[in-house]
């Protein structure tokens, strides 16, 4: 089984909502965070939470408009994304750590999930 599996993505237009759920099975790591890579381009830092639901962070493309959350009961991080636009499409992807840190690089995140595709249509 995956360590981490993201469902919540899809198709949506401008404006609109989505979010995004990780299930890590209850492997309870230490650090849970969100990437995205759009067609083409690197990997994009999101946001990250400790496995508590402490000390969110978010990138500054995201800052405002997506939150962060973890529902320790389920071991399930979830990303509310709100005002979607077109330069919102990528491949979303689920990370985490058992490392005691991790910011905003991925190569902190030692454990991915497959990622799930969001596309936002003008």
């Known amino acids: 089984q995956a360590p981490l599996v993201e469902s919540g993505g899809g198709t949506v237009q401008a404006g609109d909502s989505l979010r995004l759920a990780c299930a890590a099975s209850g492997r309870n790591f230490n650090i849970y965070g969100w990437f995205r890579q759009p067609p083409g381009k690197e990997r994009e830092f999101l946001a990250r939470i400790d496995g508590n639901g402490g000390f969110p962070l978010y990138g500054d493309s995201v800052k405002g408009r997506f939150t962060i959350s973890r529902d320790d009961s389920e071991d399930t991080t979830y990303l509310q994304m709100n005002d979607l636009q077109p330069a919102d499409t990528a491949i979303y992807l689920c990370?985490?750590?058992?490392?005691?840190?991790?910011?905003?690089?991925?190569?902190?995140?030692?454990?991915w999930g497959q990622g799930i595709q969001v596309t936002v249509s003008s």
């Open positions: 990370a985490a750590t058992r490392r005691p840190d991790a910011t905003t690089s991925a190569y902190y995140y030692g454990y």
